[in-house]
Structure formats: C-alpha cells, structure tokens
C-alpha cells in the first residue's frame, strides 16, 4: 500500500465497489485499510473493494479539517480492518453493504470471518466481513436517537466461529439474507452446503444461492 503513501494529507476521490464514491482526506493507510475524513466523519474503507483513487484538485480544503478527535485510540502496529473491527465494538457505527444494503447499529462479536451486528430496525444481523465496503463511526450519537444505555438485543446466546457454522444453527427457520431486500432471498433454511445454501421461498419453491455472494443474514420475526 506505499503507493497510497503519498496521497496522505490530500483529498481524494474513492470509488468502491457498488460504484460508490467517497472525498475526503487521506488520513492513514493500513495494511488492508486506509481511512478518510470527509468533513464530517471518519471512514474506514477496507482496501479490497476500492475501485479507484484519485487526487482531487481544490482550494476549499477547509471543509476536511479534521479535529484529531479520532474515535479510536492511535495503535503502535499498522492499522488493520480486524483491528478496526474489534476497536469498533460496542460504538454506534454505520456500516455500508452494498447498493442501498446500509446498516446502523452495534457491532456485538468480531468472530473469524464475520460480525454480530445489533440493529435497531433488523436485531442481530451476522455479516460476513468480506462484504464491508466502508465502516463509520458515529461519536456522541445513537442509532435512531435511542436513549443511551436502552438495550435492543440483550441475549447470551453463542455464535459460531464461521459464517458458514452460523448459518447451520438457523436450518428449518425462516432466515432473510441480503436484509431481505429481495424476495427470492427470503424464506426457510433448508440446508448448508460448502459453496450453496438450499433456501424453500415463501411461494414454496427451493432456491439454491452461493454463500460466497450472501452478504448478511438474520432471522425472520
């Protein structure tokens, strides 16, 4: 990522996947992970998904001063996405999918290679971390303007290690995948295969779906 190194301190322009675009200055680059402030927030982009990166050229750099108010404290060791996440948890963060896939809440567990994430609007969300295009944290906020302190999600329940072992603890429930944003995503778990999860849909017809294009998952109420 030394390529980036020259960029620090300057606004850019990023484009991630789901052709989404992002200005602001370049504060650090990790070893997976670089991080902007647009003016208003912190963001934490997982270097994976970006699409583009280039310098923007302007005199109102005023506007990304930030307040070295970092919400996380500064790390010896090179900044990670894993680190982020765990330094993340229990701050009111939003996180961005894909498309109009926007999540707010509270990131709960970091586990190998997905999150336990508690929403307001969608309870426990399990995202598996490879589909994280952005991460910002939200400071001296709460999602909805929720009291602080009032709890949505308080159980003790235990999760998996993978994704893949989480989902098999929801077989014969109704599970949405992708916040149920589609239909044909919705319905009982039927089975978990290494690659494909076999889904029975709401009009009773069994649909197969790749798990490595899932990009979140959470029981139906």
Do not use: C
């Not at 997976?32 to 750099?61: A, C, M, R, W």
Request: hydrophobic content about 40%; proline content about 3%.
């Amino acid at each position: 990522m030394n390529s980036l190194d020259s960029y620090i301190g300057q606004i850019i322009d990023v484009e991630v996947s789901s052709k989404k675009s992002i200005i602001g200055k370049l504060l650090e680059v990790g070893s997976d992970i670089i991080v902007l402030f647009n003016g208003q927030h912190y963001v934490y982009l997982p270097v994976v998904h970006l699409i583009s990166v280039k310098k923007v050229e302007t005199t109102y750099t005023e506007e990304y001063i930030n307040n070295d108010m970092s919400p996380f404290e500064k790390e010896e060791k090179q900044l990670s996405m894993k680190q982020i996440l765990t330094n993340a948890s229990g701050k009111f963060v939003e996180l961005f999918l894909t498309g109009s896939h926007t999540v707010h809440g509270y990131i709960r567990y970091v586990k190998e290679d997905y999150i336990v994430f508690d929403s307001p609007a969608f309870k426990t969300i399990y995202i598996p971390i490879v589909h994280l295009k952005w991460l910002i944290p939200y400071i001296n906020q709460t999602p909805y303007q929720i009291k602080i302190g009032q709890q949505f999600n308080s159980s003790d329940e235990s999760f998996a290690h993978t994704f893949k072992e989480q989902m098999k603890m929801y077989i014969g429930k109704i599970v949405l995948f992708d916040l149920g944003k589609d239909s044909g995503k919705i319905g009982i778990l039927n089975q978990v295969d290494p690659v494909l999860v076999e889904l029975v849909t709401g009009n009773g017809k069994t649909i197969y779906l790749n798990m490595t294009h899932l990009k979140s998952m959470h029981e139906g109420k």
